[in-house]
């Protein structure tokens, strides 16, 4: 018996997955005009509903990753699941389920002198983010942090706190200045400089020059990528 995990959404976002996962634990390809999502452990399961759930972990390993390396964006979703029997026979199943958000981005070549070409895919990073968020602790709960909320201060700060509750002073690390972090915590943690969004409801003053949000993100993004980038070794990936 085969099962075949067919997904809809933009055809470019799908495109751009396709380009990265192709391991047997997570592949995204294209077959027939359609992109299907495979897993080896399908194999091994016999209920349409215990394929979709296994589907469904999948996508959701996916979601914070390639939130943070594509953005926000068109909905990638299940669209149907498709069982064939042994005597050719096939069950078509469909129903609505948890979607991914994932945003457009483009491929960079790049030519060396010796005139070979590299690749990069907006989505190769994800492939080892994933691999670690299913390693360590730490970094699943920031990718489903990122994955709930990346978008105000609430969600900013708590990906930061996660992060230095398991490396400390980050500024040590090289990571960002010193300066620019407590600006960070300063703008995000004050009324005076972002209103009713900040994290605290007490009074804060507002530091000399207050972070927008597109900076506290992009300091954010920053500080993850290094984070994630000392995990990689860690974990020897």
Not at 24 to 31: F, L, T
Not at 192 to 221: D, F, Q, T, Y
Request: overall charge negative; some cysteine; hydrophobic content about 40%.
């Amino acid at each position: 018996m085969e099962w075949i995990v067919t997904l809809s959404g933009d055809n470019h976002l799908l495109e751009e997955l396709s380009k990265s996962f192709s391991s047997a634990d997570i592949c995204i390809q294209k077959e027939n005009g359609n992109y299907v999502l495979k897993s080896d452990r399908f194999a091994e399961l016999s209920a349409e509903q215990d394929v979709r759930d296994h589907a469904e972990k999948l996508l959701q390993l996916l979601k914070g990753p390639a939130k943070l390396a594509l953005g926000n964006g068109p909905a990638i979703k299940i669209n149907h699941i498709l069982q064939i029997c042994e005597d050719g026979t096939r069950h078509c199943f469909v129903h609505l389920s948890e979607c991914v958000m994932l945003s457009c981005s483009v491929d960079v070549r790049i030519t060396n002198p010796d005139g070979t070409v590299e690749e990069h895919h907006p989505a190769d990073a994800t492939v080892d983010w994933v691999s670690l968020s299913q390693k360590d602790p730490a970094v699943k709960m920031m990718f489903d942090q990122v994955s709930d909320d990346f978008e105000n201060w609430h969600g900013l700060y708590n990906v930061f706190d996660i992060i230095r509750e398991d490396v400390g002073d980050i500024p040590r690390k090289g990571w960002c200045d010193a300066g620019e972090l407590k600006r960070f915590t300063q703008t995000a943690n004050s009324k005076e400089a972002v209103g009713v969004k900040a994290r605290h409801g007490k009074w804060i003053s507002a530091p000399c020059n207050p972070m927008s949000l597109s900076e506290a993100k992009g300091l954010m993004k920053k500080i993850i990528t290094e984070w994630l980038q000392e995990k990689a070794i860690r974990y020897g990936l």
